[in-house]
């Protein structure tokens, strides 16, 4: 029998450093990466608004649409004479958009695969098509320095904004909310700030200091993001575009940016292999993502369902988030990590004995710890003396931890109350101070709490021979317990008022009901041009 006295454990009561945080414990939840291999770099990536599951991916001559549950493509636009670039959606996912190195834009019917609209006029390759807020217009970003406003319906330009940029124009960003205004970003290290209503479109040109490759607004349209190099730059467009903050956590270029989390989240993917995430509140990083190779381009679903990203060697990185309403993902995990332990466990058994025989044995000796004072009075089951030892006030104030594992060892050895009784009333109301003092902080909450529950036990029936400072102390213990119950009410009051809050806000479904109906939408039928495009191999 092992005569030891251990020490007591004193670093479960102890101030933790707060290593996890709640971001990097929701975006653990991302699955082992799925990969998906093309011929040539990822150019863009797309998720689908009406459809969550498909993603459109840019590549060569391809613009394909996979679904993000079967990883197989379910639309394949291969209507491309050469290299094709950014294809995106439009806000209702009917229709998608994407530029070529002809210099032409062509529009899509998501349903027939058809081009309903080829936009012809660049005279370089066009990286960068979006839909303006209205969905009645396009605008397409140009190596040929200029921005091109186009009418969908009638396949004409309605503005061309030729020397935009004395570079390649290879960002671009529309406003959430005014269709009338967006931005546009060159390798000449300009963002130019559109405002197409007024006589002199361009209304600001600012300075990102590197060649942009992405723009972003924010959903409420007040603030907007570029990238360049290895910095990623914060704008704030009602305050006359002032520069709010500046990061750079990247140590190559940063290629793409994109919103997660319903805009409270920024994601920024470079060329170091590396996907930062941001709090869009203090713009910091919460998390980091690791991929084996460059990434130039990203996608994340709508309500953070997955993540994909494009690499510069062709693989699709697909990461898609652990739903806890599903248990089979964590099954999986547990069983896996039970068949691991399993197999250590037998190679350690069936691991061959290689040690000689000897004729004597040495006993396993240990080195002995130093027991602390209060350690060696509870070894002598000297409980008042323990007791006394860390109520001093050195111990109260700087190790309040060494109290509180001492009264948990008397809890257990149901010895607190003989620790208690026949005590001078000094030590009866530092012990009950201390209560009052420690008893709000939660890791220690639940001990104190069954220390008030003794004291009271043993004050129960003897009252009236105790002085009245004793009294003045319990009265504080009662006022104490009533405050942590009347700040629990409250607590609990406030998290149920959230709830019902937050529930309301993420319910997209959500939708007051009226009894109009809403006529059917005419579908868009394919124009001339697009019906005589014929694609000419050689």
Same mark, same amino acid.
């Given at each position: 029998m092992d005569s030891r006295f251990y020490a007591l454990n004193i670093r479960r009561y102890q101030q933790r450093a707060q290593i996890e945080t709640p971001d990097t414990i929701y975006w653990e939840r991302l699955e082992k990466p799925e990969f998906l291999k093309e011929c040539n770099t990822i150019d863009y990536l797309d998720f689908s608004p009406s459809d969550p599951d498909n993603f459109v991916v840019t590549c060569s001559v391809r613009v394909q649409i996979y679904n993000l549950v079967t990883k197989l493509v379910v639309k394949n636009l291969s209507r491309f004479q050469k290299t094709a670039y950014g294809a995106t959606f439009r806000q209702d996912g009917r229709l998608l958009a994407a530029g070529d190195e002809e210099g032409h834009v062509k529009l899509f019917d998501t349903t027939s695969r058809n081009i309903l609209r080829i936009f012809k006029g660049h005279k370089a390759p066009v990286h960068r098509t979006f839909f303006t807020n209205d969905k009645l217009q396009l605008t397409s970003f140009c190596d040929d320095k200029s921005v091109r406003l186009w009418d969908?319906?009638?396949?004409?330009?309605?503005?061309?904004?030729?020397?935009?940029?004395?570079?390649?124009?290879?960002?671009?960003?529309?406003?959430?909310?005014?269709?009338?205004?967006?931005?546009?970003?060159?390798?000449?290290?300009?963002?130019?700030?559109?405002?197409?209503?007024?006589?002199?479109?361009?209304?600001?040109?600012?300075?990102?200091?590197?060649?942009?490759?992405?723009?972003?607004?924010?959903?409420?349209g007040s603030i907007f993001i570029s990238a360049g190099g290895n910095q990623v730059r914060v704008w704030d467009l009602i305050s006359g575009c002032r520069l709010l903050t500046m990061m750079s956590q990247h140590h190559k270029t940063v290629t793409c940016l994109r919103l997660g989390t319903d805009g409270r989240r920024l994601f920024s993917a470079g060329l170091d292999r590396h996907v930062k995430i941001y709090d869009t509140t203090t713009y910091k990083t919460v998390h980091t993502l690791t991929y084996p190779n460059a990434v130039v381009s990203l996608g994340v679903a709508s309500g953070d369902q997955a993540v994909v990203a494009g690499m510069v060697d062709g693989l699709i990185s697909i990461k898609r988030m652990i739903v806890e309403n599903k248990p089979s993902h964590l099954n999986k995990i547990r069983v896996s990590h039970a068949v691991k332990e399993k197999r250590k466990l037998v190679k350690k058994l069936m691991r061959p004995d290689t040690s000689q025989a000897v004729d004597h044995t040495i006993k396993n000796r240990f080195k002995s710890t130093?027991?602390?004072?209060?350690?060696?009075?509870?070894?002598?089951?000297?409980?008042?003396?323990?007791?006394?030892?860390?109520?001093?006030?050195?111990?109260?104030?700087?190790?309040?931890?060494?109290?509180?594992? #001492?009264?948990?060892? =008397?809890?257990?050895?149901? %010895? $607190?109350?003989?620790?208690? &009784?026949?005590?001078?009333?000094?030590?009866?109301?530092?012990?009950?101070?201390f209560l009052c003092t420690h008893m709000g902080e939660i890791r220690f909450m639940r001990p104190l709490?069954?220390?008030?529950?003794?004291?009271?036990?043993?004050?129960?029936?003897?009252? #009236?021979?105790?002085? =009245?400072?004793?009294?003045? %102390? $319990?009265?504080?213990?009662? &006022?104490a317990i009533q405050a942590e119950i009347a700040v629990t009410v409250e607590?609990?009051?406030?998290?149920?008022?959230?709830?019902?809050?937050?529930?309301?806000?993420?319910?997209?479904?959500?939708?007051?009901?009226?009894?109009?109906?809403?006529?059917?939408? #005419?579908?868009?039928?394919?124009s001339a041009r697009a019906e005589k495009y014929v694609i000419y191999v050689d």
């Open positions: 969908v319906s009638n396949e004409k330009v309605v503005n061309t904004y030729n020397d935009a940029h004395t570079d390649y124009i290879r960002a671009g960003a529309m406003h959430p909310l005014a269709g009338n205004m967006f931005v546009s970003g060159g390798y000449d290290g300009k963002i130019n700030l559109y405002d197409t209503r007024a006589e002199n479109a361009i209304q600001r040109t600012l300075d990102h200091g590197s060649p942009v490759e992405s723009l972003l607004f924010m959903p409420n130093k027991l602390q004072t209060y350690d060696v009075h509870l070894r002598k089951f000297n409980f008042k003396k323990a007791l006394d030892e860390v109520l001093l006030p050195l111990q109260v104030e700087k190790h309040p931890e060494n109290t509180v594992a #001492v009264i948990t060892e =008397l809890l257990q050895r149901r %010895a $607190l109350d003989k620790a208690l &009784t026949e005590r001078p009333d000094v030590v009866l109301i530092q012990f009950i101070d709490m069954n220390a008030a529950n003794t004291v009271l036990d043993i004050f129960e029936g003897s009252c #009236v021979s105790y002085s =009245l400072k004793v009294m003045e %102390a $319990l009265q504080r213990l009662s &006022t607590m609990l009051q406030l998290k149920g008022a959230m709830d019902t809050i937050i529930g309301v806000s993420l319910n997209d479904n959500y939708r007051p009901k009226t009894r109009t109906s809403t006529p059917k939408e #005419v579908r868009m039928q394919p």
